[in-house]
């Protein structure tokens, strides 16, 4: 009986999907299997295989491609180095032994302006990745929807939306997880994306902290109130905390939290060419736009509002 073919028209694959638990790993798994590829998740135990990815793995089943979503948690040091470095190099060292073939990576687009630990975690497995002799596929996306849609309760609840400097301090192309499952799913046949780091982004032009709430606005019909913190005034709390850290444990992790939210309220998500952001220079994927996801988020609360409201 002939095999049967990926959505491609190409053989499909044994794909092995690691961090399938997190919105990015759930988006993969299930473009994958949709391109008709045998898929198993690897990790926690409620995923396909139980297995402890921060010890050296033993794992028997044979596969052809390795799709790694995993990422830290925090952003803490530690946390960083012990997942973003130690537990992917865990994977890619059993995956050199298990005879897989292509191992696809999601990274963030973050790493090219590396300042912060996980950046540099990060940085170091991907190095690991290219010299490994395996083919790789190292996407490195930018803003995700999720990411982007924290101010939601608070522009519901009537609260302003907080914007750093006069909000057009940072831009980006954001991307839904379906959007970048399935550019994951696509480096396994496309031999373009083969060997190759893939800066990737969302539909559209580059948008900034203002565009989102005149996005917002529209869909509520409402004018959003607006407060601008300054960007100093993060760096200002780093400083304090960073202080206070070298006798406090939890001022060290507040610290480096203020620290990472810092470099997300001054860094854009796009491609830096080492001396600019360059929305142009930005690959851009997909169909679904943030608005979209706006919309649709809003639309579903109004709906929920009525069904609380209703009168029987």
């Known amino acids: 009986m002939p095999e049967k073919a990926s959505l491609t028209g190409a053989p499909p694959k044994r794909v092995a999907v690691f961090g399938a638990t997190g919105t990015a790993g759930q988006a993969a798994r299930r473009v994958l299997i949709a391109a008709g ?11 396909g295989i139980d297995a ?36 992917q190099l865990n994977i890619l060292n059993w995956a050199q032994g298990a005879g897989v073939q ?25 190095a690991a990745l290219i010299q490994s002799g395996l083919t790789y596929s190292i996407v490195r996306p930018t803003a ?7 101010q939601l309760g608070r522009v519901r609840d009537g609260k302003p939306f907080l914007v750093f400097g006069d909000g057009t ?15 994951i799913t ?3 046949d496309d031999p373009l994306r083969h060997n190759q780091v893939l800066p990737i982004g969302g539909p559209g032009p580059a948008i900034t902290p203002l565009d989102q709430v005149a996005a917002l606005s529209d869909l509520l019909g409402q004018q959003i109130k607006i407060k601008r913190v300054p960007a100093a005034m993060i760096a200002a709390i780093y400083r304090v905390l960073w202080v206070v850290g070298w006798v406090s444990k939890r001022a060290a992790d507040k610290a480096e939290l203020a620290r990472i939210g810092h470099y997300y309220a001054t860094e854009s998500m796009l491609v830096w060419d080492g001396a600019r952001y360059d929305a142009d220079a930005t690959p851009e994927t997909g169909t679904e736009t943030l608005r979209d996801h706006y919309a649709a988020v809003t639309a579903n609360n109004a709906t929920v509002q009525r069904s609380d409201h209703t009168v029987f």
């Open 144 to 150: 995700f929807f999720k990411s982007l849609s924290g």
């Open 169 to 183: 301090l940072t831009a980006c192309k954001p991307i839904s997880d379906d959007d970048l499952g399935r550019f």
């Open 102 to 126: 292509h191992f696809i990576l999601l990274s963030a687009i973050c790493v090219q302006k590396p300042k912060l630990p996980f950046q540099h975690a990060k940085l170091a497995f991907e």
């Open 37 to 47: 590829h045998d898929v198993t998740c690897i990790g926690r135990s409620d995923a």
């Open 186 to 188: 696509g480096c396994i």
């Open 52 to 87: 402890n990815v921060t010890q050296p793995l033993d794992i028997e089943h044979r596969f052809d491609v390795v799709v790694s979503c995993l990422a830290s948690r925090s952003g803490s040091p530690a946390d960083a180095w012990a997942i973003d470095h130690g537990a």
